[in-house]
């Protein structure tokens, strides 16, 4: 077969854009041959097992075109979707933890009968919704992107049936969220209304101010704040995080936020940057607010899985670091920050699905206590992952390399982001209270007196334990490569004019917000 | 002799072996963990061995002795490693030139390109001495913890092991971002060796340990960012992290140098510690357990005075010399001398004396470091060595008698040379080597730093001079305390005087105590070159510094 793909897809053409969605569409077609398949039998745990392994082989023939993509480096013309290597390197991160939600989910879901096979499928689903976020380059795509992904994951949250809590999760997010998605919608709409486009960088080209155009702004920055739980708009989170099952959590922590943030990044640096003034004192102010409350309250959390809620809202909020930076390095930084972080995050819930007893949901801190006599290497795995999300050199793997490169972004960008540098720092050292808290209590302290021995983990769950933490670690001695990559895959930029709105941008050739314009395949060396 | 070692390329991977080979101990005792050995660990034990509790053995449970073993094989890897680790090192003392300035064993190797990071090793005259320093007590910390460490043995000797890489690494460091990763590298083990195997408060004493440190040291990553930015290359915009590119190239502003300089010098005034700074000390020394004792006072603390000596002074003279800074850490330090002999005087726990005396003995280190003369510094490095071979034997010779009575406090000893002569006998030596008696080592060191900063600083000298005379009130009334008043307490008895081991472990101190004593000049030496290159460094850049104020910020 002779697919010649071109080198520049010409998206007003239906075939060839459709051709430039062929990763997302391998995705949705595997979603829906599968939802077919999950509806034909009747529930049962075999069945499960069977549709999740199937979701798992879609998920990597996803992978594989989405490589096939990113290798060879194609582009295309003004359209609604990119196709650029920020795309496919998003859809890496997104795919990698679809991969692991998925072997996550089907011992999560064996050991608290869940019999439901459709919840691999609203998996795929809500992935196919991701990628369309990390495609979109039209804020109808955006649109389409986080409702596709959104109410799939409204009904993963509540897909343990029996639980009251996983209910009440559930039924909360979904009233965020649809209140959530009414202000996106509110800001696409005033967007429109000034600049009478929704493509990204038209958009950007018409160099847009005024009051209507920046309340449109700000409400599609409250809109993508609900999606990556950024303070003030996190108040959800732990509830959710809480009720729902491990793989879902994770899932939510993770990839969920790559994909929200991998919208959120393109919408701000290719359509507003000649409001670069008028949001940035505002994100500034919520990535300090989202740092430090998000850590603070960590201190306070018994539930390990609150408290990884509060730190994945302070994770949130050093990501936003890299956003705030407003160039092309600070997108690279981003795409790094958000694959270590979701090694990290799945290895964390992968130990907590490990040591959670059938029907408790949850696991406390206190429970772990003394782990180390019983379980080692859980407790070693955990210890490195603990580390890891502190943003220790070595032995928290590539934790430190990804709080490095958002701080160089940083500190690197036109504008040198000096406050929100000093206060990740002083955060980091915050959140080492309750991240060394965890590590106390499993090697420093005794075993309470008469609790049983953790159940047994899948061997699913222990797969992705080992290969998150060996991830991890390996990445932290040799992160050139994938630093290469996530260089590589930042936003090629639209060569419109910015310089009546950012004086700043002109000053730096190459961490300016009007860096190169060409499209450099990967093979191609980084500088 | 060094013909041999030139056949054999040895100045071009010593560098790196050393930091390997303690890796490559951590991974035959995991190997051996993971393979089964914790079962084979636990028939070593003997049910005399396992009948005497150990200071960590209340934290384990029946279950953890008999799945982690009592003493097991994991020692005589970790002092097979060490030994291993020592000969090798050896080869550094006649291999290395005095004469030749700059850096020598030099190793250049990328590690991160796309951030501009390099793996480049090298050391000087100072670096030398530290090295040979770390791997000899690292031989004999490990022999101290023989008997002393019971439980969980594997991952004790693996984390000493880790521990060694991560010091040396500082000790080697050319390029700051590979000196952060070591400068954290170290503090996880010494974390989890004092809240594993410490005394009763060790969870208290490692968490405050841990947050000193790392709150230190994160202002020093802020620095360092800045700095590998200021000297990013103008053509690609890639940072560079190059020790010498950085002392050469970047010019900052006296404002930004002020904030840099107050950067590191939090990292490293918590590590040494300075007087404000120093109420971690007291408290992880105590609680943890011998061998992490004799690391934190041989190595650890000398790592925050050579970063003094290697980062903070040298890269930012215009701050370190700017006389109100100058003022306020000399007095600091002269506080520090005073301060730590003064309340050493009125300890109960001999183990918290000489934790408090290491406040006193660096504060000498940083008045020599700050008084800036070539003597002084000599001085300073001296102090640095003979601290960490004096302190470190009282800090071994205290877990000896631990071992037998478990108690730290004076008062429950009193007239015991009787019983243990051998034990009285080379404590009072060590004690007088601490002090400072000339024809120990003790001696040398701080006569150079008095001397040498005389010149420059004489009303602080003056002060500090008054802590030699408290020093000796302090260990002299704690060892008549110990050894040679009434024998009033029937427990001490039956104390056994030291065993074959122990004096093994006493035997080559007290012959370095002795040789620096009386012929410290192959060491003096030595670090002679390094000592000069410091002072003029600083006082170049110091007084060029002054001519290019205007220079600009960063950019």
């Given at each position: ?10 998206l007003s ?63 295309a013309t003004l359209g609604p979707i990119a196709v650029d290597?920020f795309r496919?390197?998003v ?38 919704g991701m990628?369309l976020l990390a495609a979109a380059r039209d804020l109808m795509i955006v649109f389409l992107g986080i409702e596709l992904m959104s ?25 965020l969220g649809a209140f959530s998605t009414a202000f996106l919608l509110y800001g696409i709409a005033l967007v429109y209304g000034a600049t009478g486009a929704t493509n990204l960088q038209t958009i950007g080209a018409s160099g847009a101010s005024g009051p209507l155009f920046y309340i449109g702004i700000a409400m599609l920055l409250i809109g993508f704040g609900f999606k990556v739980a950024t303070v003030p708009f996190h ?21 969920v936020k790559t994909a929200a943030f991998a919208a959120f990044l393109r919408a701000w640096l290719e359509a507003f940057p000649s409001a670069f003034s008028a949001w940035h004192p505002a994100v500034v102010g919520i990535a300090i607010a989202t ?25 949130a909020g050093?990501i936003l670091v890299a956003l705030a930076a407003g160039t092309t390095q600070g997108a690279s930084a981003m795409i ?73 972004a940083a500190?690197?960008s036109p504008m040198p982001q000096?406050l929100l ?69 930042r936003p090629q930029l639209a060569p419109y004019p910015v310089s009546t709105a950012r004086p700043e941008a002109t000053t730096g050739?190459?961490y300016s917000i009007s860096g190169p314009t ?10 | ?555």
């Open positions: 077969m002779t697919l010649a793909l071109p080198a520049v897809f010409d053409k239906p075939l060839q854009l459709t051709a430039a969605l062929t990763p997302d569409l391998v995705l949705m077609a595997g979603a829906m041959i599968l939802v077919v398949a999950a509806a034909w039998r009747p529930d049962s745990p075999r069945h499960q097992r069977a549709i999740g392994w199937a979701s798992i082989v879609v998920t990597l023939l996803t992978l594989i075109a989405v490589i096939y993509f990113l290798l060879h480096g194609f582009s290597n496919w390197m859809d890496v991160v997104i795919l990698l933890g679809t991969l692991l939600t998925l072997m996550l989910a089907i011992d999560d879901n064996d050991r608290e009968f869940i019999t439901a096979p459709e919840s691999h499928v609203l998996i795929l689903l809500a992935s196919s990628m109410i799939s994951v409204y009904a993963l949250a509540g897909i343990n049936r029996r639980s009251i809590r996983s209910a009440e999760g559930a039924l909360k997010y979904f009233l108040m959800w989170a732990p509830d959710v995080y809480d009720g729902s099952p491990s793989a879902v959590t994770a899932y939510m922590a993770a990839t740092m430090v409350l998000g850590n603070a309250i960590g201190l306070w959390q018994q539930n390990i899985k609150r408290m990884l809620a509060y730190s994945s809202i302070g994770h050093y790094f920050y958000l694959l270590i972080y979701t090694l990290a995050t799945f290895g964390c819930f992968a130990i907590v699905s490990a040591l959670t007893r059938p029907g408790a949901g949850t696991v406390l801190l206190d429970e772990l206590a003394g782990l180390w006599s019983v379980r080692p290497w859980t407790a070693f795995a955990m210890a490195v992952l603990m580390l890891a999300l502190l943003g220790f050199p070595i032995f928290g793997g590539a934790g430190f390399f990804a709080k490095w490169y958002v701080i160089q500190l690197q000096t540098v000093v206060v990740l720092v002083v955060t980091t050292a915050v959140s080492a209270g309750y991240y060394l808290y965890v590590i106390r209590v499993m090697f420093m302290r005794r075993r309470v007196e008469g609790l049983p021995l953790p159940p047994h983990s899948g061997t699913l769950t222990q797969i992705v334990l080992v290969a998150t933490v060996a991830l991890l670690l390996v990445l932290g001695v040799v992160p050139d490569f994938v630093i290469r990559l996530t260089w590589a895959g050739g190459r060409t499209v450099a395949p990967i093979s191609q060396p980084v500088r | 002799m060094n013909g041999f070692l030139m056949s054999i390329a040895y100045d071009r991977w010593i560098l790196p072996a050393l930091l390997g080979i303690p890796l490559a101990g951590t991974v035959v005792i995991w190997l051996h963990a993971a393979l089964g050995g914790r079962t084979a660990g636990a028939a070593v034990a003997t049910p005399q061995e396992s009948a005497v509790p150990a200071a960590g053995a209340e934290l384990s449970t029946a279950v953890d002795e008999i799945a982690t073993g009592v003493a097991g094989p994991a020692r005589v890897i970790a002092l097979m490693t060490f030994l291993v680790e020592f000969v090798v090192s050896l080869g550094l003392w006649p291999m290395f030139d005095a004469g030749q300035p700059g850096w020598q064993f030099a190793v250049d190797a990328a590690w991160i390109p796309s951030w501009g990071v390099r793996f480049t090793i090298g050391i000087d005259g100072m670096a030398l001495m530290m090295i040979l320093l770390t791997t000899f007590i690292m031989v004999l910390a490990t022999l101290g913890s023989w008997t002393y460490i019971r439980t969980r043995t594997h991952s004790f000797y693996a984390l000493m092991l880790v521990l060694t890489t991560g010091m040396l690494g500082v000790f080697m460091s050319l390029d700051l971002f590979l000196f952060y990763v070591m400068w954290e590298v170290m503090l996880v083990p010494m974390y989890f060796i004092i809240g594993i195997w410490g005394g009763d408060r060790r969870l208290y004493a490692s968490l405050k340990f841990f947050i000193y440190t790392m709150v230190g040291s994160l202002l020093m990553l802020a620095a360092i960012v800045y700095l590998g930015l200021a000297a990013r290359s103008p053509a690609t915009g890639i940072p560079s992290f190059n020790y010498d590119y950085i002392l050469q190239n970047v010019v900052v502003s006296p404002t930004a140098a002020l904030w840099l300089f107050g950067a590191f010098f939090m990292a490293f005034a918590v590590k040494v510690p300075m007087f404000p700074f120093h109420t971690w000390l007291p408290d992880a020394h105590v609680e943890a357990p011998t061998a992490g004792s004799v690391v934190l006072a041989s190595i650890m603390l000398k790592l925050g005075t050579f970063g003094f000596l290697r980062l903070a002074v040298p890269l930012f003279p215009s701050a370190a010399l700017n006389e109100t800074v100058r003022s306020i850490i000399l007095g600091l330090a002269v506080i520090g001398i005073v301060y730590g002999a003064l309340v050493s005087m009125v300890q109960t726990d001999f183990k918290k004396l000489v934790a408090y005396s290491s406040v006193s003995h660096l504060g000498f280190v940083m008045l020599g470091i700050f008084a800036l003369t070539v003597q002084s510094v000599q001085g300073a490095l001296m102090v640095m060595i003979n601290h960490g071979i004096s302190t470190g034997a009282l800090f071994l010779l205290i877990g000896m008698i631990y071992e037998r009575r478990h108690s730290r406090l004076i008062e429950s000893y009193g007239g015991i040379a009787r019983v243990v002569p051998m034990f009285a006998a080379l404590l009072t030596l060590v004690s007088l080597s601490s002090i400072g008696l000339p024809g120990t080592n003790g001696f040398v060191g701080e006569f150079l730093v008095l001397i040498g900063a005389f010149r420059t600083v004489p009303i602080f000298t003056v002060i500090a001079t008054t802590a030699v005379i408290f020093a000796a009130a302090y260990l002299l009334w704690a060892i008549q305390r110990i050894l040679f008043n009434a024998f009033n307490n029937p427990e001490n008895e039956h104390l056994s005087d030291l065993n074959p081991r122990e004096l093994l472990i006493m035997a080559p101190l007290v012959a370095v105590i002795i040789w620096l004593g009386v012929y410290p000049a192959p060491v003096l030496r030595r670090m002679e070159g390094s000592a000069e290159r410091f002072v003029n460094v600083v006082q170049a850049r110091a007084s060029s510094r002054s001519r290019v104020v205007s220079a600009g910020d960063i950019r």
